[in-house]
């Protein structure tokens, strides 16, 4: 009689977890929570924030820069103003195309030349020989800055979902660094050295990006939508590496992957799908690949059904955060003389008193330290949509005792206290925009709303504070109470909330 083989349960056992660690998967989104955050993001935090200073601190100068070229160069009015709108007239173009150029070409390449032009445009404009040098070079500059939130959105691709609130306002707390840092360098270098000086200084941030260029890696999420998916996982290997972590076990895919083999459970139909999945990945990669001339494909994905409302309501939010914030920081030193400012006199004395202009806007710039702490604490605990109102909102009735007396104490505790909330609101309306498109488009679609906030910054010198010129006070400061509480509807109607939220890859992935 013949005896039944012994059986090997270990063995099969043995082979059954192999099966199923070569069938598992993970996505970035898993990678990320398990590899936590630890000193590789503080490394991209380090570089993210560098080109965040370079911003503010290319910003911040125009408002010392402006008076003094005025003066040397026997400048109108109307002239100096348009030094400072030639800057968001560049910020509008380039925020739309390096937004196109990083969707399309990778994180990396879009923030390069963005640190290119700002750090060369912006140290040659320290020698500028006349007004329209300065101006077409200031241009470039504008250009330049408009690549601001690719780094942004390349800073959020590494961040874990749940702290993802928490450290994008660290981050733009390194713009409140900028500002307070450039009006201690003006303070020190214009009395003695002059604007030029000022310009060549301020350069350097942008310079530190090129320095350090060669060691910064691309985004995970981007390289694993174009197909790159090896690349991806060298990344996070070395990310997992640093931060003493391990991967999850399996094979690394994207959400679009997942979703294609969650369809169907019947093994004719998964075989089908899988054969359609394959040859719609291969179509993908060929037309991410090609080229997407002018960014048309991916501004009507913006516009698409699914992402309509929010990205109308979007560029409302950020026109009336750009326009706001702006005007603030314009109205610090315009409304803080109170009814003076209507005497021409003083007018003159107020711009040739050089120190008391750095001494208000130092002041001012503090108000973003407390709004900082705000949206920490406030973001992750009630969410985007209601932080944002919230804040806009509290700006509204900051404001309002303005409209019936401008006294110098009210006037700079209600300043003060306006700033504070919409830097807030700014902050957090940074964080909410790259959370709410899909990966193909989301340097895009924050680049396109960031355009739309330049305009916001374009028409504000040229609308609220020539109000205050022509002593229309009171007008001004409505148009801001409408600006700012318009903002704060069209925030609560914001069709979701992504506080904890993974971030999405395709449009199918949305809710």
């Known amino acids: 009689m013949l005896s039944k083989p012994p059986s090997d349960p270990a063995g099969k056992l043995s082979i059954e977890m192999m099966e199923d660690e070569q069938s598992a998967t993970y996505t970035v989104d898993d990678a990320l929570i398990s590899s936590g955050f630890g000193k590789y993001q503080i490394l991209i935090l380090s570089y993210a924030g560098i080109g965040l200073i370079a911003e503010a601190m290319e910003m911040m100068l125009l408002s010392f820069v402006g008076p003094s070229v005025q003066l040397e160069w026997n400048l109108t009015a109307h002239q100096e103003s348009m030094i400072t709108s030639v800057v968001f007239v560049g910020m509008l173009i380039g925020a739309y195309s390096w937004g196109v150029v990083s969707d399309n070409y990778g994180r990396r390449k879009g923030f390069l030349f963005t640190a290119i032009m700002t750090s060369g445009a912006g140290f040659l404009s320290a020698f500028s020989p006349n007004y329209v040098a300065l101006m077409a070079l200031r241009f470039l500059v504008g250009i330049g800055l408009g690549g601001g939130p690719v780094l942004g959105s390349w800073f959020l691709e590494f961040v874990p979902a749940p702290s993802r609130g928490t450290w994008m306002v660290v981050l733009s707390a390194f713009w409140t660094v900028g500002t307070i840092f450039e009006a201690s360098l003006a303070w020190v270098v214009m009395p003695k050295f002059g604007w030029r000086w000022l310009l060549a200084l301020s350069s350097v941030p942008s310079l ?25 996982v060298d990344v996070l290997e070395k990310m997992a590496r640093l931060n003493g972590a391990q991967l999850p076990s399996g094979k690394l895919v994207s959400d679009k992957n997942i979703e294609l083999d969650e369809v169907s459970e019947s093994a004719t139909l998964l075989a089908a799908t ?8 291969n179509d993908n990669i060929k037309e991410d690949e090609g080229s997407d001339f002018g960014g048309f494909k991916s501004v009507s994905k913006l516009l698409s059904p699914k992402l309509l409302r929010a990205t109308l309501l979007l560029w409302m939010a950020f026109f009336g955060n750009a326009f706001s914030y702006y005007g603030i920081v314009l109205l610090t030193s315009e409304l803080s003389n109170g009814n003076r400012i209507c005497a021409k006199q003083e007018v003159e004395s107020v711009h040739s008193n050089n120190s008391s202009l750095y001494k208000n806007v130092f002041i001012s710039s503090f108000a973003e330290i407390p709004g900082s702490f705000v949206s920490i604490m406030i973001v992750d605990r009630i969410g985007r949509r209601l932080s944002m109102a919230s804040m806009l909102f509290t700006s509204c009735v900051f404001l309002f005792p303005l409209v019936f007396s401008r006294t110098e104490i009210l006037t700079r505790i209600s300043l003060f206290g306006a700033r504070l909330c919409i830097s807030a609101s700014f902050t957090i309306v940074y964080i909410y925009a790259p959370e709410i498109y899909p990966t193909s488009v989301r340097t895009t679609g924050i680049g396109v709303a960031s355009s739309v906030g330049r305009i916001g910054g374009i028409l504000c010198p040229l609308v609220a504070v020539a109000l205050v010129h022509n002593c229309h006070q009171t007008t001004a400061i409505l148009l801001f109470e409408l600006v700012v509480f318009l903002s704060g509807v069209a925030v609560m109607f914001f069709p979701f909330e992504t506080k904890g939220c993974r971030l999405n890859d395709t449009e199918a992935d949305m809710h």
């Open 274 to 281: 899988a054969k359609a999945a394959k040859e719609e990945e």
């Open 208 to 232: 530190l990006l090129l320095l350090f260029y060669a060691i910064t890696p691309e985004s995970p999420r981007f390289l694993c939508m174009k197909g790159r998916t090896m690349e991806a």
